[in-house]
Every structure is written in structure tokens, then in C-alpha cells.
């Protein structure tokens, strides 16, 4: 029941900053546990962050943690991702993920996760 849509991605030099966004054109993802996976080019999907309905729980990737910060935005449907000091390696497809339940005990497990964005590209060159 949820249709999700990620959107700004981009190409940006290292050290640069980008905030991605995701909303919830759909009727329940307000009841959501939300999360961000992303995926670089021959790699496996990989866990960045999540967030409970509440917001009272979040929980990030090793390789993100004092980097990036997610949020939501229950009311309209909404979660972000603040992306800072970027680094070449953080270059990927970024996909916005919502599961059925306010909250879940693997957040880092893609399986965990029912709805999927078509993902958004971001870059970053040395």
C-alpha cells in the first residue's frame, strides 16, 4: 500500500554535503518503520539508517555513523537522510525502504522491509 519515491541524489565533490528525501504517496506509512539501503555498483545491497514510527529509535551502518542523520516526518509521509562529509566510497544507489510495523528488532536486514523507492543516485569524486 505504500509507493515510495526517493529524490536528491546527485554528484558532489568529497566532503560535500547532500540530504536525500522520501516520501510515502501511499496511506499508511505513517505506521512505518523506515530505513535507507544503498547499493554500489557489483556490490551487495548495504544498510546506511533507520527509523522507527515513533522516532524514538534510530540506528545507522558502521561505515555512515557521525556522518549521516536520518529524520521523519510522520505527518506528511516523510523521511530524510543528511548526508555529510561524503567520501568516494559512499558513491551508490540510495533506496528508501518502509516496513509493516512501527518497530523492528533487524532494521539492518533488507528482508525486514516490504516497500521499496526506485532508489537515487549519488556520487562522489575525489
Known amino acids: 500500500q505504500a509507493q515510495l519515491e526517493e529524490s536528491g541524489g546527485g554528484s558532489v565533490q568529497a566532503g560535500d554535503s547532500l540530504r536525500l528525501s522520501c516520501a510515502d504517496t501511499?496511506?499508511?506509512?505513517?505506521?512505518?518503520?523506515m530505513g535507507w539501503f544503498r547499493q554500489a555498483p557489483g556490490k551487495e545491497r548495504e544498510f546506511v539508517a533507520a527509523?522507527?514510527?515513533?522516532?524514538?529509535?534510530?540506528y545507522y551502518g558502521d561505515s555512515v555513523k557521525g556522518r549521516f542523520t536520518i529524520s521523519r516526518h510522520n505527518t506528511k509521509n516523510t523521511i530524510w537522510l543528511q548526508m555529510n562529509m561524503l567520501q568516494p566510497e559512499d558513491t551508490a544507489v540510495y533506496y528508501c525502504a518502509a516496513a509493516l510495523t512501527p518497530l523492528i528488532e533487524k532494521y539492518y536486514d533488507r528482508f525486514e522491509y516490504e516497500y521499496w523507492g526506485q532508489g537515487t543516485q549519488v556520487t562522489v569524486s575525489s
Open positions: 501511499g496511506h499508511i506509512s505513517s505506521t512505518f518503520h
Open positions: 527509523i522507527s514510527w515513533s522516532g524514538g529509535n534510530i
